[in-house]
Nanobody, 123 residues
């Protein structure tokens, strides 16, 4: 069992930056790759970025590549999402999720989920 808790969401102006954090806990938490998904108003949940358990590999959605950076603190069992040059369309609830195997962007492949944190980008 893995527990995930997100923090760091909030209101930010377009063009600004925000950093999300996700704390992972549980006996096997360190074995999982960790990723971020988001769900905007009236939209389906979509993949944002992910990082392997060893932090040796990352993968991103095209919509955020070059603006967002995912990183991981292995000692703290935490993952971060640095979001720069935020756009109105980045407004969403952001979820942290845990993946046991593979490099996938499919939500159903992720076994554990946090409760989400709201990010609102204003004009």
């Amino acid at each position: 069992q893995v527990q995930l808790e997100e923090s760091g969401g909030g209101l930010v102006q377009a063009g600004g930056s925000l950093r999300l954090s996700c704390a992972a806990s549980g006996r096997t938490a360190s074995r999982y790759s960790l990723g971020w998904f988001r769900q905007g108003p009236g939209k389906e949940r979509e993949f944002v970025a992910a990082i392997t358990w060893s932090a040796s590999s990352t993968w991103y959605a095209d919509s955020v590549r070059g603006r967002f950076t995912i990183s991981r603190d292995i000692a703290k069992n935490a993952v971060y999402l640095q979001m720069n040059s935020l756009k109105l369309e980045d407004t969403a609830v952001y979820y942290c999720a845990a993946l046991l195997r593979g490099r996938t962007t499919v939500a159903d492949d992720y076994a554990y989920w946090g409760q989400g944190t709201q990010v609102t980008v204003s004009s």
